[in-house]
């Protein structure tokens, strides 16, 4: 099945440094991608996007970096704040028989030292 | 505002009873999805519903069960049968299966 995984499951950075978060996928026919931001006891929050026709989306702060060729993603955070500091795992879309499914990575938890 | 709200925050249920875990949105979603997390793990997902009156079993569905009477409302019961039911669990929504979800604030069963 698919697997959806990442190279570091935690990462401490100064404040205002930047911040590289990566992660790898299986299926090299997934088509679309999705990091998420999860502080601690709270849901996950949408933070930027990208579909596999690119392979770089930036946003405020962020820039998401996708790699068809060896399946990997990374997510780019500029200089990163305290408030940064939280769980942040990708989401790959792939095609299962009841239609498209999205696969969840473990995570990598964030901390930023001030 | 629109957004999915999950309740209760805590949960508390003893060995050998159901608990029901409460999900509704008001972002006129098709699809709506529970997921169970646990420590070191990604998302996995229990049940799924693309639209009213029906929902397809995930990757975990043992020991739970969902209904989907109406679009907003997506409850999921924890049975007696789950045996190892502490975890946090996520209800989210997207406009229809292969969007982006909306998550909810979860919810953390405890059995005691």
């Known amino acids: 099945g698919e697997s959806v995984g990442l190279h570091l499951p935690t990462l401490s950075v100064q404040e205002g440094d930047n911040s590289i978060i990566n992660c790898a996928y299986s299926?090299?026919?997934?088509?679309?991608f999705i990091w998420y931001k999860q502080e601690s006891g709270k849901g996950p929050q949408f933070i930027i996007d990208?579909?596999?026709?690119?392979d770089k989306r930036q946003g405020q702060r962020v820039t998401v970096l996708l790699n068809k060729t060896v399946k990997h993603l990374s997510l780019q955070i500029a200089a990163t704040q305290p408030g940064d500091s939280a769980v942040y795992f990708c989401?790959?879309?792939?095609?299962?028989?009841?239609?498209?499914?999205?696969?969840f990575g473990t995570g990598t938890s964030l901390t930023v030292i001030p | 505002d629109g957004g999915i709200t999950q309740s209760p925050k805590y949960l508390f249920r003893k060995e050998g009873q159901n608990v029901t875990l409460s999900c509704e949105q008001n972002l006129n979603h098709d699809a709506m999805y529970w997921y169970r997390q646990d420590p070191g793990q990604g998302l996995r997902l229990i049940y799924y519903s693309q639209i009213v009156n029906d929902f397809q079993k995930g990757d975990i569905a043992e020991g739970y069960s969902v209904s989907r009477e109406k679009k907003e409302s997506f409850p999921l019961t924890v049975t007696s049968a789950q045996k190892n039911p502490t975890a946090f669990y996520l209800c989210?929504?997207?406009?229809?299966?292969?969007?982006?979800?909306?998550f909810g604030s979860g919810t953390r069963l405890t059995v005691v």
């Open positions: 989210a929504s997207s406009i229809e299966t292969g969007f982006g979800y909306t």
């Open positions: 990208i579909r596999s026709n690119m």
């Open positions: 989401a790959e879309r792939a095609r299962r028989n009841t239609g498209n499914q999205f696969y």
């Open positions: 299926n090299s026919a997934s088509d679309y």
